[in-house]
């Protein structure tokens, strides 16, 4: 060892130095360690380790040079070296592992950005849209409505309503206040004052309304009922406000008008005779007039003088006098007279605190409501009852159910609502005139009141009333509510008897008369809880009966309410049908029996639903006839049919007759002639080329009306043609007398010929009768050879069928028309 010399010293402080630095930036190092990615942590520890490495590297490697120790320097240098390849390695690694995790970071912040761009798009296309649908609405509403700045008190926007108001165009108002607009031309206008909505809701930031008063066009004056509501930033701030106008001019006409006339009533009930007496502070009467004497039956006016009031005006009840002490304010209530033999009237008193020669007195006067009394319970019967059965009415039946339905929650108690409605109860209105309707309707009523009575298994409650109840909604509908049924089977015994008494038959006008009813049954809590619910579920439940043949009763399910909304959507659906052309008529070909050749066409109508696809007649026409949709579908498909035949014939195609189905309320039209005749003439066709089928029931509902209906028709040229011949009960005489063309038999004798033997001879009857009345007849539904040859038998003359063709479309059929023949 030599002694170091004064450069050795040096770099050796220099050295001690330089590892200081060294060794104090390992320290950041270290601290970043937990930041550092798990995937690359461990080569970031080898880094860190290299580093210090080469720190202790270079510490020793400069201590052997200065105290020059004698080792193999290579080796040092090589280590060193390798040291360093692996460093620079490992760095250049992680710097490439780096950059890849910067492109890909770079790529997710661009497809970010991207989707950020195309969600501010959209939203940006919201908020138009949803600006759009504002000024639609705003325009819509009725009422006036602008929008102003409350900086300036400018409008604006203003809705169109507003501007026809004030007779002026949007960019007359836009700019300008309200008052500028809306007062009066010659008057100065003045900013908004403190009673003013607007000045509220600037104040508040809240709704506010008033009614105020300004001018229209022609200086008219407007009464309006003003309306304030504020539009704020995102700070809470009121920058606009919506202010709405709804004109409520006739409505104060009205107020003034009811007023004057509430002062004149008042002026001529001041000057009609009526009792007074004067009552002093002792409640002994002063004095009495001659009307107050009259209704109280006292001869003269010492015979009250003196009297405490009590022993003459007061209620019976506690004995009390309602009168007012003196500095009280004016009285006046309904209050029993106590005449002098203790009869008790009922009187309109007013008792009013006057000074009469400088003494305080009540002034009363009062006058008899007996027949005013009358008059209220018999406003309040018609108000509650029905008119014709003396039942509880609609109105009044909700609220003995929630009455009921209270006292059942309460007790935790059963009920039962029933709804009752008549089966065919139109046939009665239409054959025996509406005073045997009601007649009918009187005895129902009387039956189920009855059939309520007898239900002694039903509880009553002691301090409650909770007796059943028979209500009549209106027309043939009636509610029977069962309180505190112990079981579901006590609500059956009441509907099978209510279905029994009905049963029986009833005599209207010397006529006996059979009816039945569908009754509907909803049960409390099970299938609601409240008036509504329950009285739409038994509803429901009536229409299934309906649904199951009539003449019986149902409980309600929760899927009858899938029913009905399936129904209620098929219903809004077809009223849409018509104008969005969603209805299409097919073509079912009629044949000469014996030479099967095509002797006619009938139209039938379907509904191509854009969901469902093609829907059968069967699942829509009774919805059609229920709603009364049936009269514009049924004119469209006239119109329909009456064009394409037109259309064949002009196409060279061979001229038959077409026929089109009239329904039951097309057939009760008063102008279905002229509706016929005008559908006829805008196709150009001729009206021997028109046959209509109307249903043997529709004829028999009313049969001299339709007597006339079909001479009419049939006048024009037109074949009408008796559909489902066989169903309708007519009788030989009837049919004598209606001039037609065809009888059609109806499907459901066909099918089952020649094997069912009571069919055979119901359509054997039919034809000769029909040919012993000079009438043609067709038949409906052939499908088979045996029945096609079954009938050629019998002489029939037209049919249709599958056997021939399946309805089909106008391009179908005019390929099928112009074969002329079906031979097979």
């Known amino acids: 060892m030599h002694s170091m010399s004064t450069i050795e010293v040096v770099s050796f402080v220099l050295i001690i130095i330089g590892a200081a630095f060294i060794f104090a930036s390992f320290l950041p190092a270290r601290k970043t360690w937990k930041r550092v990615p798990d995937e690359l942590r461990g080569r970031w520890h080898i880094i860190v380790y290299l580093m210090y490495f080469f720190f202790v590297g270079y510490i020793f490697f400069d201590f052997i040079l200065l105290i020059d120790l004698k080792l193999p320097v290579e080796l040092v240098t090589g280590a060193v070296f390798f040291g360093g390849a692996i460093f620079v390695y490992i760095v250049i690694n992680l710097a490439q592992h780096t950059i890849t995790k910067v492109q890909e970071t770079e790529q997710e912040l661009k497809v970010l950005n991207e989707s950020l761009e195309q969600r501010v798009a959209e939203r940006t296309r919201e908020l138009n849209s949803a600006y759009e649908f504002f000024k639609t609405v705003l325009h819509a509403i009725h009422d006036p409505i602008t929008i102003i700045d409350v900086n300036d008190f400018t409008i604006v926007s203003a809705n169109t309503a507003f501007l026809q108001e004030v007779g002026l165009a949007e960019d007359e108002v836009i700019g300008r206040t309200c008052y500028e607009i809306t007062h009066h031309r010659l008057s100065p206008c003045e900013p908004p004052d403190d009673t ?249 009523a009387e039956r189920l009141l009855n059939a309520t009575r007898k239900s002694d298994y039903v509880a009553r409650s002691d301090d409650e009333d909770t007796s059943n109840t028979v209500s009549r909604l209106g027309g043939d509908e009636f509610i029977v509510l069962l309180n505190e049924i112990v079981h579901t089977y006590d609500a059956t015994v009441v509907a099978r008897r209510i279905l029994a008494d009905l049963s029986r038959p009833f005599l209207l006008n010397g006529n006996e008369v059979f009816v039945t009813a569908s009754i509907g049954i909803s049960l409390y809590p099970a299938d609601g809880k409240n008036a509504e619910t329950l009285l739409k579920n038994a509803d429901i439940a009536m229409y299934h009966a309906k649904e199951q043949g009539k003449n019986n009763f149902q409980f309600y399910a929760e899927t009858m309410n899938a029913t009905a909304f399936e129904r209620l959507t098929l219903e809004n659906a077809l009223h849409k049908a018509l104008e969005r052309g969603e209805l299409v008529l097919y073509y079912q070909p009629k044949v000469d029996v014996l030479s099967r050749k095509i002797i006619g066409i009938e139209a039938l109508i379907r509904w191509n639903h854009p969901s469902r696809g093609l829907v059968l007649p069967a699942e829509f026409i009774s919805l059609a006839e229920e709603t009364g949709l049936i009269v514009p579908i049924g004119e469209w498909a006239l119109r329909n049919a009456c064009v394409q035949n037109k259309a064949w014939q002009t196409a060279g195609l061979p001229c038959i007759s077409i026929s089109v189905n009239i329904s039951r309320r097309q057939f009760d039209q008063q102008n279905l002639r002229e509706v016929i005749m005008k559908a006829l003439q805008d196709a150009g066709l001729a009206a021997h080329c028109l046959e209509l089928e109307i249903t043997e029931s529709t004829i028999m509902q009313n049969p001299d009306k339709a007597t006339s209906m079909l001479r009419a028709l049939k006048a024009a040229g037109i074949k009408i043609s008796i559909d489902d011949f066989g169903t309708g009960y007519s009788s030989l005489d009837q049919l004598r007398k209606l001039p037609l063309d065809f009888l059609k038999i109806d499907r459901s004798f066909v099918m089952n010929v020649p094997a069912k033997a009571e069919d055979a001879a119901i359509i054997t009857a039919i034809i000769a009768m029909a040919h012993s009345l000079k009438l043609k007849v067709i038949a409906e539904g052939v499908e088979t050879e045996e029945q096609l040859a079954f009938l050629r038998g019998l002489g029939c003359d037209e049919a249709q069928g599958y056997l021939f063709s399946r309805p089909v479309p106008a391009d179908e059929f005019a390929r099928l028309i112009s074969t002329v023949s079906l031979c097979s």
């Open 196 to 444: 003013c909505p607007l000045t509220h809701t600037l104040l508040t930031g809240e709704l506010a309304a008033a009614v105020h008063v300004h001018y229209g066009k022609d200086n008219k004056k407007i009464y309006s009922e003003i309306t304030t509501a504020p539009i704020k930033d995102e700070n809470g701030k009121v920058i606009q406000v919506v202010h709405s106008a709804r004109n409520i001019t006739e409505r104060k006409k009205a107020e003034i008008e009811i007023l004057r006339s509430q002062q004149t009533l008042q002026a001529i009930l001041s000057s009609m005779p009526y009792g007074v007496i004067v009552i002093g502070k002792d409640k002994k009467i002063r004095s009495a007039n001659e009307a107050a004497l009259t209704l109280m039956n006292y001869s003269s006016e010492n015979e009250l003088i003196g009297k405490v009031c009590n022993n003459s005006l007061c209620p019976a009840q506690e004995g009390k006098c309602p009168i007012l002490d003196m500095n009280e304010k004016l009285d006046r209530s309904e209050r029993i007279l106590i005449t002098k033999e203790g009869k008790r009237v009922p009187i309109l008193k007013t008792v009013v605190p006057v000074e009469i020669g400088g003494e305080g007195v009540l002034l009363e006067a009062f006058i008899d409501i007996t027949e005013r009394k009358k008059a209220e319970e018999q406003i309040r019967h018609l108000a509650y009852y029905d008119s014709l059965t003396h039942l509880p009415n609609r109105t009044f039946y909700k609220e003995l159910l929630t009455r009921a339905l209270t006292y059942a929650t309460r007790h935790k108690k059963t009920m039962a609502v029933l709804f009752v409605d008549l089966d065919a109860f139109k046939r009665i209105n239409d054959t025996l005139g509406h005073d045997a309707g009601d007649e009918l309707l009187q005895a129902v």
